[in-house]
């Protein structure tokens, strides 16, 4: 079993930046591949941002070029740097892992590759 507890959501006006993070502990002692998610009032859960075992990283389009996800294996932590933020951006995040050896690539922003879930965390972004 694997927990994961995101942190680091709040309120920023367009144009600004958040860093969020994912903590993870139980059977974290194999591979991780991890995942953010986010899902915006009245719309389907939406793959933000995957790093595989080679740390190969895979992005959105919406959020390429302004968010960068990162993994700290010794303290077992996901983050994701959200920079140049839009109203659009504005949902609740939510870290995902799985265990196992992955490549990081467009598969891995689809959210039935993953077996673990936080709870998540609010961003709100105002214009």
């Known amino acids: 079993q694997v927990e994961l507890e995101e942190s680091g959501g709040g309120s920023v006006q367009s144009g600004g930046s958040l860093r969020l993070s994912c903590a993870s502990s139980g059977d974290v002692y194999n591979t991780l591949c991890m995942g953010w998610f986010r899902q915006a009032p009245g719309k389907e859960r939406e793959g933000v941002a995957s790093i595989g075992s080679n740390g190969r990283t895979t992005y959105a389009d919406s959020v390429q070029g302004r968010f960068t996800i990162s993994q700290d294996i010794a303290t077992n932590t996901l983050t994701l740097q959200m920079d140049n933020l839009k109203s659009e951006d504005t949902a609740v995040y939510s870290c995902?892992?799985?265990?196992?050896?992955?490549?990081?690539?467009?598969?891995?922003?689809?959210?039935?590759?993953?077996?673990?879930w936080g709870q998540g965390t609010r961003v709100t972004v105002s214009s």
């Open positions: 995902a892992a799985v265990r196992g050896f992955c490549d990081g690539g467009d598969f891995y922003l689809r959210a039935d590759a993953y077996l673990y």
